[in-house]
């Protein structure tokens, strides 16, 4: 079955930097798009950043500049580096495949604060 699974978040200041990883299974990585999404306390969940299966990519406008997607296509991985992080950025971030329907995974929760 598909499966997602998020690592890497934690506490870091406001300026500071996060990687963030999702490993995925389940299916043939390679052949599918892949996004990392985020929903802060109290409001919908949003798109940050996606990868094509090209490698080609797109930004959410907040974090353009900041937030560099990647994929390993030989290890099944999706990375998010964060840098300059805000205290907007505080949220729980997914990581999201779609197939015959979406999925997610549990979330990794980021943490921005002095």
């Known amino acids: 079955q598909v499966q997602l699974v998020e690592s890497g978040g934690g506490l870091v200041q406001p300026g500071g930097s996060l990687r963030l990883s999702c490993a995925a299974s389940g299916f043939t990585f390679r052949n599918y798009k892949i996004a990392w999404y985020r929903q802060a306390p109290g409001k919908e969940r949003e798109v940050v950043a996606t990868?094509?299966?090209?490698?080609?990519?797109n930004y959410a406008d907040s974090v353009k500049g900041r937030f560099t997607i990647s994929r390993d296509n030989a290890r099944n991985t999706v990375a998010l580096q964060m840098n300059s992080l805000k205290s907007d950025d505080t949220a729980v971030y997914y990581c999201?495949?779609?197939?015959?329907?979406?999925?997610w995974g549990q979330g990794t929760q980021v943490t921005v604060s002095a």
């Open positions: 990868i094509a299966i090209g490698g080609s990519t």
């Open positions: 999201n495949v779609g197939i015959s329907r979406m999925y």
